[in-house]
Every structure is written in C-alpha cells, then in structure tokens.
C-alpha cells in the first residue's frame, strides 16, 4: 500500500521537477578565399661531368635564393649516377642532378615574374642538358587566414548555443543551461584552385588559375541540462 501512495505522489508532482539531457551537433560553415598561390620547380641536369651538374645548378640556386619577392621552402639537391643497361650488363653514361622547390607568394604577379625569369635563365643553357619544369600551380589558403576563420566559428557558434539554450525555456519551460561544448580540431584542407599543366621552356605571362572560395566548418557538439 505504501508504495501505491508513493507511485500517486510521484504522478502528481509537477514536471518541472525532473531534469534531463540534451546533446547534439550543429554544423558551422564559412567561406574564405585561398590567398596564396604556391608551385612546385624542378631542374634536371644530365651530364657526364658532376661538376658541370652541381656548377649549373648552383646557378639556379643562386637566383631562387637570392629572388626575395616569393617564399622558398624544402629546397632539396640530389645528384646521381645514370646507367644505360643493355643484355644483362649496365654502362654508366653520367650522371642526373635534381633541384626541388617549393615555392609561395601572397602576390600572383611576384610568381608570374619569378618563373619568367627563371625560364629566361633556363634558356641561356643547352636544352638537352637542363631541364625547368613548373607543375601543381594551386591557390591555397594560409595557415594565418585559416586559423582566423576557425576562431571567428568558434565564437559564432557559442554566441549561438548562448541564444538557443535561452530560448528553450519559453518553448519547454525550463532552464537549459549549457553544461559543456566539445569542437574537434578541424583539418586544415590546403589545396583549392589548381593547374595541373606543366610548364617548361616557354615565356608564361600568368600562371595563376582561377581563385576559388573554401569552405571551412566545425561541427561542435553541445551538451545541455534541462530542468
């Protein structure tokens, strides 16, 4: 019999006395313009003397390194032998040299220029010996832009769950309050706009492909406690 007395009190005590949770994700999105336009060089040199490769290449280093107007990065230089096999049994021919570069400007008319140039120096060499080429012309969006856009989502969506848990309480008569925010780190997806045509040998006026908008968005997940 108690507990048929306790079961009716439970029944008649008002709903706004039980308390439960909410959770759920909310996707947040923002487009940005890539803004910087990055490319890929490389110069091969074949010849059977390694001080005619590594004295040529130097050449190219020099102008790339000394070329302030573009960002450089991972510049690399391998050099190795070269081999022409023939019934089983190999013949060394010379050698192969190679110089990598990554190459970045916020300004599409510096690495316009600066590949112009470059392609200038690569004509005043034998072109059955060095060899420029220019590949993966990409728009991109820096880690500076990018990380910016990630801070102005975070703060848009707290200033969102602020404003949807106030507006519970008229919808189900309680105070919802926010009891955490989880937001995952997001990956930073670089590349965008690209051209994918190689260029080599030839005077190039503007190698810059069409700039595209990016999406960047968070998915956070909000976790709310009704009562």
């Not at 190679?98 to 690569?122: G, H, P, Q, V, W």
Request: hydrophobic share 35%; charged share 25%; aromatic share 12%.
């Amino acid at each position: 019999m108690r507990i048929t007395f306790l079961f009716l009190i439970t029944l008649l005590l008002p709903l706004s006395l039980f308390s439960y949770e909410i959770s759920f994700n909310k996707k947040f999105t923002k487009l940005v313009t890539p803004d910087v336009l990055s490319t890929y060089i490389s110069i091969n040199i074949e010849n059977k003397s390694e001080e005619f490769i590594t004295g040529h290449i130097e050449k190219f280093n020099k102008y790339i390194k000394n070329n302030n107007s573009v960002e450089k990065k991972d510049g690399k230089f391998t050099i190795s032998p070269k081999y022409k096999y023939f019934k089983n049994t190999q013949e060394f021919i010379g050698y192969i040299g190679n110089l990598r570069y990554t190459i970045k400007s916020f300004d599409a008319k510096n690495i316009n220029k600066f590949i112009n140039d470059l392609i200038a120096l690569e004509n005043t060499f034998d072109r059955d010996n060095v060899k420029l080429r220019i590949s993966n012309v990409s728009w991109i969006t820096s880690t500076r832009l990018y990380d910016s856009s990630l801070d102005l989502l975070r703060i848009d969506s707290i200033k969102w769950i602020e404003s949807y848990s106030k507006s519970l309480k008229s919808t189900l008569s309680k105070d919802c309050k926010i009891k955490k925010i989880t937001i995952n780190k997001s990956n930073h997806q670089f590349l965008k706009a690209v051209n994918k045509e190689a260029y080599s040998s030839k005077r190039v006026s503007d190698i810059a492909p069409v700039n595209s908008s990016q999406e960047i968005k968070i998915e956070p997940n909000f976790l709310l406690e009704c009562k």
